[in-house]
C-alpha cells in the first residue's frame, strides 16, 4: 500500500502545452510538499500546504500552481511548459510543517517529465 | 553561495570499505540534520535524523554534525553493494535544504 503515491510517473510532452501532477498520500499528515530535482540531481523545495493552506511557495514562474482540494492530496498544474521545465517532480508529506519533531519527509517515487 | 553544500561524486568504492560522505552549510540558524538515500528512480528516503552536535549511530551508519565549523558527515562502515545509491544531506531550522547528492557505487 504506497505512502505517497504520484500520477503519471512519466510524461513527455511538447514545449507550449498544459500538464497536470496528481498526489495523494495515505499516512494521514496535514503538510504535503512539491520538490523539483533536476538532471544533477538538485533537490529544491516548490511550494508547502499545511492542511490545505499554502505555506510555503519558493521563486517560482506562475506558470506553476499547486491546488489542494484536501489535507490528502495536492497536485501541481504547469501551463506553457517550457525545455527547462524537464525534471523529476517529487511530492512528499509530513506529519507537521517544521523541523520540529523527526523532520521526516516521506517521498513518492516522482513524476518525470520530458519536455520536447 | 548556496546554503548547502555537498561533493556531487561520483564516488565508487570496493565492497567493505569504509565511506565518508560531506556537507558544509552556510546558515547558523540551521538546528537540524539529516541524510537521505535514493536509490535510482525512486524518491529519497529518511536515513538519518540529528538536532546536536556529536556523532549518532544506527548500525553501520554515523551521522556527525560539527556546528562549529558547519559540518555535516556520513559515515558507512563495511559498505555493501546495496548502499549503492544518492545520498543527499538537509539542514534547516524550519524548511530543509538539500544538498546536490553524492552517487555513490560500492563495487562487489
Known amino acids: 500500500d504506497t505512502a505517497v503515491s504520484q500520477t503519471p510517473k512519466y510524461l513527455v510532452t511538447q514545449m507550449g502545452n498544459d500538464k497536470s501532477i496528481k498526489c495523494e498520500q495515505n499516512?494521514?499528515?496535514?503538510?504535503m510538499y512539491w520538490y523539483k530535482q533536476d538532471s544533477k540531481k538538485f533537490l529544491k523545495i516548490m511550494f508547502s500546504?499545511?492542511?490545505?493552506?499554502?505555506?510555503i511557495n519558493e521563486t517560482v514562474p506562475n506558470r506553476f500552481s499547486p491546488k489542494s482540494p484536501d489535507k490528502a492530496h495536492l497536485n501541481l498544474h504547469i501551463n506553457s511548459l517550457e525545455l527547462g521545465d524537464s525534471a523529476v517532480y517529487f511530492c512528499?508529506?509530513?506529519?507537521?510543517?517544521?523541523?520540529?519533531?523527526?523532520?521526516?519527509?516521506?517521498f513518492g517515487e516522482g513524476s518525470r517529465l520530458t519536455v520536447l | 553561495q548556496k546554503e548547502v553544500e555537498q561533493d556531487p561524486g561520483p564516488l565508487s568504492v570496493p565492497e567493505g570499505a569504509i565511506v565518508s560522505l560531506n556537507c558544509t552549510y552556510s546558515?547558523?540558524?540551521?538546528?537540524?540534520f539529516m541524510w537521505y538515500r535514493q536509490y535510482s528512480r525512486k524518491g529519497p528516503e529518511l536515513l538519518m535524523y540529528?538536532?546536536?552536535?556529536g556523532n549518532k549511530e544506527d548500525g553501520r551508519f554515523t551521522a556527525q554534525v560539527d556546528k562549529s565549523s558547519k559540518y555535516i558527515s556520513l559515515f558507512i562502515r563495511d559498505s555493501q553493494p546495496s548502499d549503492s545509491a544518492t545520498y543527499l544531506c538537509?539542514?534547516?531550522?524550519?524548511?530543509?535544504?538539500f544538498g546536490k547528492g553524492t552517487k555513490l557505487s560500492v563495487i562487489p
Open positions: 512528499a508529506s509530513s506529519q507537521d510543517p517544521g523541523m520540529m519533531d523527526t523532520g521526516e519527509l516521506f
Open positions: 499516512l494521514g499528515h496535514d503538510t
Open positions: 500546504y499545511n492542511n490545505k493552506e499554502l505555506i
Open positions: 546558515n547558523s540558524a540551521f538546528q537540524y
Open positions: 540529528t538536532y546536536s552536535s
Open positions: 538537509g539542514a534547516g531550522s524550519y524548511q530543509l535544504t
